[in-house]
């Protein structure tokens, strides 16, 4: 299955971009960010939610260092990155 079939877009919320990875299988994240935020001038802000998931919160941790993205993780919440 591919992120095309699952017609998977970022959801905006209160003014927020918003990408929610819960539900997303490991192996179609990096295509589910490269659909998200590549091509985008600004992302300052966005946040990415990846659950719990050690290896989850690895390969979007990797997917964005590899593609230049500065982000944090906050202390708040484990599974929540805010691009900056």
Do not use: C
């Not at 819960?22 to 300052?44: A, C, I, K, M």
């Not at 990415?48 to 993780?73: A, C, D, K, W």
């Amino acid at each position: 299955m591919s992120v095309n079939e699952w017609a998977w877009m970022p959801t905006w919320h209160h003014n927020k971009n918003i990408i929610d990875l819960h539900g997303v299988r490991h192996q179609l994240v990096e295509e589910v960010l490269e659909n998200s935020l590549l091509g985008y001038h600004d992302t300052n802000g966005w946040e990415i939610i990846t659950g719990n998931s050690p290896y989850m919160i690895q390969i979007v941790e990797e997917f964005l260092r590899t593609n230049g993205f500065h982000f944090y993780r906050t202390e708040d919440n484990y599974g929540r990155i805010i691009l900056h």
